[in-house]
């Protein structure tokens, strides 16, 4: 398995862990260890690379763009 594949599938692991109601993160590496086979230190590095795409997107969703809110707005009172 290519290390691509391998990072998908451990992502993919983890999130159905994460979807079950898995809350506790050595509990989570366990469990994808026994299901994959994969060594731990690679699920620790696939979880650290899937929270690090988490943040990034969570930022995204809650940074605010001022110039759409005051176009937003304008647009509104406009159309008032």
Request: glycine share 4%.
């Amino acid at each position: 398995m290519n290390r691509t594949t391998q990072s998908t599938n451990i992502k993919q692991a983890i999130n159905s862990l994460l979807d079950k109601g898995f809350t506790d993160k050595q509990d989570i590496y366990t469990k994808v260890v026994e299901e994959l086979g994969v060594p731990r230190p690679t699920v620790r590095r696939v979880a650290r690379d899937l929270r690090n795409e988490l943040v990034q997107k969570i930022k995204i969703l809650q940074s605010e763009v001022p110039e759409l809110e005051g176009n937003s707005k304008a647009t509104a009172e406009s159309s008032d």
